[in-house]
């Protein structure tokens, strides 16, 4: 099989776990909707996960039921200094530069935000294209109809023909229904959605070779 496109989970997917940002992010969440939407906080956290669990993001939830405004909403949580949490990862650069497939983001962020963690990351320049929350409409992971709008709007009408790579096992199995071939990124075990496992991205050429097979043909 040829892989034609590989679409890359942001946070989590292109830096490591554990260095605070999501942490961070999810304070953002609560303090919106303490203060935006004036939530009791003992309630905040109980619905942000209710929300997160039921529509795939806490915006989406927030849409339905409390009419947000998604610009407002997303410039608030991603209003932090990333380069407190970010810093590049040695050798990725080099690595997504040599693989020869179209390489697209899929997030269910904003590509306000993707494109100042590729900056921090310094990996600018290294995609094709972002298939964010709003270009897809506000459709997002792990719904159908995210993963059909990516594909559009990536041009790429077959699905087995593409990789996801995502650190989110609930990500990755829709995917894997369509032909996607999918990557769990940060773990170590085993897991039903993934069509593979690795550690980090740095170990993609061994887990996957054949993404390199062909380059320069």
């Not at 679409?7 to 961070?24: M, Q, R, S, V």
């Not at 559009?152 to 894997?176: H, K």
């Not at 170590?188 to 740095?202: E, G, Y």
Request: with cysteine; proline share 7%.
């Amino acid at each position: 099989m040829a892989f034609t496109t590989l679409f890359f989970d942001l946070d989590e997917t292109l830096y490591p776990k554990g260095n605070g940002l999501w942490e961070a992010i999810r304070e953002r969440m609560a303090g919106y909707m303490v203060q935006r939407l004036d939530l009791p906080v003992e309630e905040v956290e109980i619905l942000r996960r209710k929300y997160f669990e039921q529509y795939g993001t806490t915006l989406r939830g927030l849409q339905k039921h409390h009419q947000v405004d998604a610009d407002e909403y997303l410039a608030y949580v991603h209003d932090l200094p990333l380069g407190n949490y970010l810093q590049p990862v040695p050798g990725l650069r080099a690595l997504l530069t040599s693989l020869p497939q179209r390489k697209w983001i899929f997030t269910n962020a904003d590509a306000a935000h993707a494109r100042r963690v590729l900056a921090i990351l310094e990996l600018s320049g290294c995609f094709e294209g972002i298939a964010d929350i709003r270009a897809l409409d506000f459709a997002c992971k792990p719904e159908l109809e995210a993963y059909q709008k990516a594909l559009a709007r990536a041009g790429e009408q077959d699905p087995s023909r593409c990789v996801l790579l995502d650190d989110t096992p609930r990500n990755l199995a829709p995917a894997l229904a369509l032909g996607f071939t999918t990557v769990l990124v940060g773990a170590d075990a085993p897991d039903p959605a993934a069509s593979t496992v690795i550690p980090s991205l740095m170990a993609l050429p061994g887990s996957l070779p054949e993404l390199w097979q062909g380059k320069g043909n």
